[in-house]
């Protein structure tokens, strides 16, 4: 995701290079890990692959049965960010202007003005995502592209930091408009949460509420997240492990399994992915187990298996592909 370029101040005081205070905004971020999983118990992958896409700037899409957290997560990941929060119920009727906003004309002044759609917000839920039709859906790949949305010939900037986190059902197709590349595109990541384990599963069954904005203590601020999505861009990448991630892209495209291939896209977010998950390990530079693991999460939603095009797949079986054509691939030393 592009996003307007912003001045951070360095520890000399000069704008240019990485802000001041690492270590301290890193351990606060491990601080907001662990305070998310108190909401989603027994769920750490969601939580990093969560915090992982917030600090590399992407959009989450989480792929999973109701009742699992979803919502749960959306709304404690706002909530201890410090940022606006604002849930939309996707449906069939739902129209662009009731995510973008619209102009309304004011008689006693004689002027239009712009009343904002809950797309104006740090951190939006969009439920179910794929209950609405695709005029309404890609109303969508301008502000996760950009960070900005065009509405009546004028372009506005969306709140930094912005994250869109959509749900859907995998397993509900009735009256559904199954997501094009385009829009699979923009997504970071993908996942699914899963049942929890018995003793998670004891804990919410006892009543467990979920987070409310502004009751919690948030770990940090917009301005918190903006810094250390500032910090991830300076994490360093060798040349040798650009060439291993790449050759992982290169083989996604060449295999006869697959009819779409990674775009360059979905490399650069693998890339940002990888910075963002070493910066969260403490580490200043990427290893090449930070882009194995997060191979299948960020590229597996991307491609089509060879002969499905236009079919539903269950997720765990292009996982499954793009897994072992991970594995074909040489870790460098």
Avoid: W
């Avoid at 439920?127 to 009546?152: F, H, W, Y």
């Amino acid at each position: 995701m592009n996003e307007p370029a912003r001045t951070v101040r360095t520890e000399r005081g000069r704008p240019g290079g990485p802000p001041a205070d690492r270590e301290g905004l890193l351990t606060r971020f491990q601080q907001l890990e662990q305070a998310l999983s108190r909401f989603l118990k027994g769920k750490p992958d969601a939580v990093h692959l969560s915090l992982v896409t917030v600090l590399a700037r992407g959009h989450i899409l989480i792929e999973d049965v109701p009742g699992v957290g979803k919502t749960t997560l959306a709304l404690a990941l706002a909530t201890h960010l410090g940022c606006t929060f604002a849930r939309i119920q996707f449906t069939s009727d739902l129209l662009p202007t009731d995510i973008l906003g619209v102009s309304l004309y004011n008689q006693l002044e004689s002027r239009f003005e712009f009343r904002p759609g809950p797309i104006f917000h740090n951190v939006v839920l969009a439920d179910e995502l794929n209950r609405t039709t695709p005029k309404t859906q890609s109303c969508l790949l301008e502000a996760m592209n950009d960070g900005k949305v065009s509405i009546d010939g004028v372009t506005r900037p969306l709140e930094q930091p912005f994250l869109v986190i959509a749900t859907q059902n995998p397993l509900e197709h009735h009256g559904t408009f199954p997501l094009p590349e385009s829009q699979l595109d923009r997504f970071m990541v993908r996942f699914a949460i899963g049942y929890p384990d018995r003793s998670a599963e004891r804990h919410v069954v006892r009543g467990v509420t979920r987070p409310e904005p502004g009751r919690d203590q948030a770990v940090l601020g917009p301005e918190d997240v903006l810094n250390g999505q500032e910090m991830v861009r300076h994490v360093r990448v060798s040349d040798v492990l650009e060439d291993y991630l790449l050759s992982i892209v290169e083989a996604t495209r060449r295999t006869r399994r697959l009819d779409l291939g990674v775009s360059p896209r979905g490399a650069r977010h693998l890339y940002q992915a990888a910075q963002a998950a070493a910066f969260l390990a403490g580490r200043d530079h990427v290893i090449p187990d930070d882009i194995k693991a997060l191979a299948v999460p960020v590229l597996a939603h991307r491609v089509v298996p060879a002969g499905m095009a236009g079919l539903p797949v269950p997720a765990e079986d292009v996982e499954a592909i793009v897994a072992e054509l991970v594995d074909t691939v040489p870790v460098p030393d």
